[in-house]
């Protein structure tokens, strides 16, 4: 697919869950936009979000897009983090463990590999908070 170019731009916000931050009226955006959707300010700061956020809802895929077969069924969830919403996938847990408004915490994992050219993805999910240290960066060494 032709999607590795576009994908390897949006590194910045899929690694580190940048925002944006619209300096004249305070709304926040992810993915990070140019124009504020809602003002129509371009004076845009890039900001990222904290590690975590709260579950506001989910579903569980079973049919999934090409691409994600092996990994059936899988839950997606919409995670609101710092007033912004994110979408993703949520790993390590079971559908039965889900509550909305539980504490979601984004980890750094495998995405999907592309079938034709065996290129691994990386990307932001969710998983239950771990109990070490909440500020460590999930951002591995190496990836900037
Ligand atoms: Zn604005």
């Known amino acids: 697919m032709s999607s590795a170019p576009r994908y390897w731009r949006e590194i910045p916000y899929r ?35 904290p590690k975590r956020g709260t579950l506001v809802s989910y579903s569980v895929v079973y049919f999934p897009p090409k691409g994600f077969e092996l990994q059936t069924p899988y839950v997606v969830g919409l995670v609101e983090i710092d007033g912004v919403k994110v979408v993703g996938q949520i790993t390590d847990v079971l559908p039965s463990e889900l509550k909305i408004g539980m504490e979601l915490e984004a980890c750094f994992r495998k995405v999907r590999v592309n079938g034709k050219s065996g290129i691994i993805q990386y990307g932001i999910k969710f998983r239950k908070p771990e109990k070490r240290d909440a500020d460590e960066s999930y951002v591995p060494i190496g990836v900037r």
């Open 15 to 49: 690694y580190r869950l940048e925002a944006s931050l619209c300096e004249r009226c305070g709304s926040k955006f992810y993915p990070p936009r140019i124009i504020c959707p809602n003002c129509k300010s371009r004076e845009m700061k890039r900001i990222r979000l």
